[in-house]
């Protein structure tokens, strides 16, 4: 019996596709045979995938199928053979209707189809106690929270570049305040506004000459424009920096590095992989009470009620003061360690050997 996986697009640097490739790295070690199959041929990472059309399962053969968007394939799939549902987490619909509604309309869809779904598969794998409740409440029975595999540790071994040096410099000539970081897609659910407004706060409350640095692709141009737009008019446009290109591992630590404390004001994650990124760099975090936001971080930040700037930049403040900072840090290297991925291999071992009968090493 052999564990395949399948996932609709293989990204170089993405959540689920990191996720699968480090789960086949796992299942490599005892089973060679084991593949990665791909339904978008021309944007994936053909180097740890196999077209679907090649797809041959033997009797007895397990599909984990990692499942966060709408697929034609689907229930062709379901209905080869034995399937896992590895549920990565649907943003609803409404966080984008305002914006684009043809996202809209997709992610219901894919809510739609994640309904049918649970009862065709013979069990349910999730990232966070969150998504496992939505699995349930859609009907699915036998469900296990496995986590979700990262590479937090590559991050934090990544060698700094020049960058850091200068973004070093600029906080030093700035009298050394605390910086603000958030990493993640710029996307409405995300609610970056909230950021901003919470950002101009704490300036005005501190007088520090504070940087807020957003590293993300924005969903839509008009989001970002909408973005950019509140921040002139919060005056803060200055000290507001959008990466949106992209970034290289080794110039993403450089960010992590070069800032003081991370905030996020989002308002849905099925799991939220850049908080535990920030904590693995050393950095307090902030962030909102919302759907996996608390499970993932645990004691190890501050957890704010949503659209509250003045308890966020309350929060921020005290996030970066002695001893409380230093409390923070070590709780936050404790936290990572509940989600390496070592971890996550051991439940998710227990989680195959409950859920398909396979024993793995």
Known sequence: MTIHQFVPVLLPHDAVGNCARELQHRLLITDP???IYVEDVRRSDLDHATPVKEMQLRSGDVLIYHYANFSALAPSLLAQGQTLLYYHNITPEQYFTAWDPDTAIAQRRARQQLERLVHQAMGCLSVSAFNAAELRHYGAEAVATVGLFAHYDDLKNEEPTDRLGRLLRSWEHRGSPEDWLFVGRLVPNKAQEDLLGSFALYRELTGQDSSLTLVGRPFH????????????????????????????????????????IFVSASLHEGFGAPLLEAMSLGLPVVAVDSSAVPETVGDAGFIVPPHDPLATATAAKLAGEEPLRSELLDRGAQRVKRFDNDAVWARMKVALRELTGIEVA
């Open 33 to 35: 045979n084991s593949h």
């Open 221 to 260: 141009p008009d989001y970002l424009l909408g973005l950019r737009q509140r921040a002139i008019d919060l005056r803060i446009g200055h000290r507001v920096h959008f990466l949106t290109g992209g970034l290289r591992a080794r110039s993403l630590g450089d960010q992590y590095r070069a800032a003081r």
